[in-house]
């Protein structure tokens, strides 16, 4: 028998530290790819966008998500906490706003990194 809570999604509000972790990615890559497009045929400008697109990449790649609170706001946007911890041993808390898109998690990115 299935425990009642693994039916409703284990009581989760938000995305896990690892989905979390993969929507920033994919928000950089879908970044890259409007960069990219604006480039055109500017090879020195297609290069610094993919430079700065990986460099962002692998320094979060560096980074370990260790836990995510989330609340549901409105619209379907989670406002959530995400502590951190880098390779050095450093821990922070920052703050993320989410929403389900088409069964994945988006990271909503606000103008100048600023939350509403």
Not at 12 to 19: A, D, F, N, Q, V
Not at 68 to 83: D, M, P
């Amino acid at each position: 028998m299935i425990p009642l809570l693994a039916l409703a999604g284990c009581g989760r509000t938000g995305p896990s530290p690892k989905e979390a972790k993969q929507a920033i990615k994919d928000q950089i890559n879908a970044a890259l790819q409007k960069e990219m497009a604006a480039a055109g045929s500017n090879a020195m400008a297609r290069s610094m966008a993919t430079d700065v697109a990986h460099s962002a990449i692998a320094g979060i790649d560096k980074i370990k998500f260790k836990a995510v609170s989330c609340k549901s706001a409105e619209q379907g946007i989670y406002r959530c906490q995400i502590k951190m911890a880098a390779p050095d041993g450093s821990t922070a808390t920052k703050p993320f706003d989410f929403r389900k898109h088409d069964g994945h998690w988006e990271y909503i990115v606000h103008p100048a990194g600023i939350l509403p």
